[in-house]
T-cell receptor
């Protein structure tokens, strides 16, 4: 089955600790994205990548970091510099960044709670 | 990207058609209309998209007005599993890098 996997589904961390969220896709998509969602709110873009070894900041990149060493993987690190990290994190991918249309496929999400 | 306006919430009886409106009065000629939905605590799911013509797939129909300033997503026979938040998004197809998810419409399908 093709799709996007995110792990873990629930994650708890102590304040001040860095944590890395996993995102893997086997859709052979070039572009990958990380979004953050707070309760009752829409999605906000953290980072995106259109190709291996390249990534760009989204609207709320402060306190986050990413890497794209492999086409299928786009891990997100939530650092201790992120002031309010408790949220629902969603990873997505699309065939390529720029296309006549841009259907994005989403993973199931990781709910991060910082205690 | 053009801004969209959707009602905050709607109800629909199971088995009836759910018609979800979206206003995008500032849409430009090369902007597509996308619909996604998000069931509670899951990732968003693509439903349908269109540019000018009405579109239909196995999930829904998309009706775009002739002036393209508004659209309606139609779920022809709503089921309880269609209860979700529905997002209407407008963006230029060949530029930009992400979908601008607003707050969407929370659809409740009732028995």
């Amino acid at each position: 089955d093709g799709g996007i996997t995110q792990s873990p589904k629930y994650l708890f961390r102590k304040e001040g600790q860095n944590v890395t969220l996993s995102c893997e896709q086997n859709l052979n998509h070039d572009a990958m994205y990380w979004y953050r969602q707070d309760p009752g709110q829409g999605l906000r873009l953290i980072y995106y990548s259109q190709i291996v070894n390249d990534f760009q900041k989204g609207d709320i990149a402060e306190g986050y970091s990413v890497s794209r060493e492999k086409k299928e993987s786009f891990p997100l690190t939530v650092t201790s510099a992120q002031k309010n990290p408790t949220a629902f994190y969603l990873c997505a991918s699309s065939r390529r960044l720029r296309a006549s249309y841009n259907e994005q496929f989403f993973g199931p999400g990781t709910r991060l709670t910082v205690l | 990207d053009a801004k969209t306006t959707q009602p905050t919430s709607m109800d629909c009886a199971e088995g009836r058609a759910a018609n979800l409106p979206c206003n995008h009065s500032t849409i430009s000629g090369n902007e597509y209309v996308y619909w996604y939905r998000q069931i509670h605590s899951q990732g968003p799911q693509y439903i349908i998209h269109g540019l000018k013509n009405n579109e239909t797939n196995e999930m829904a129909s998309l009706i775009i007005t002739e002036d393209r300033k508004s659209s309606t997503l139609i779920l022809p026979h709503a089921t309880l599993r269609d209860t979700a938040v529905y997002y209407c998004i407008v963006r230029v197809g060949d530029s930009g890098y992400a979908l601008n998810f607003g707050k969407g419409t929370s659809l409740l399908v009732t028995p």
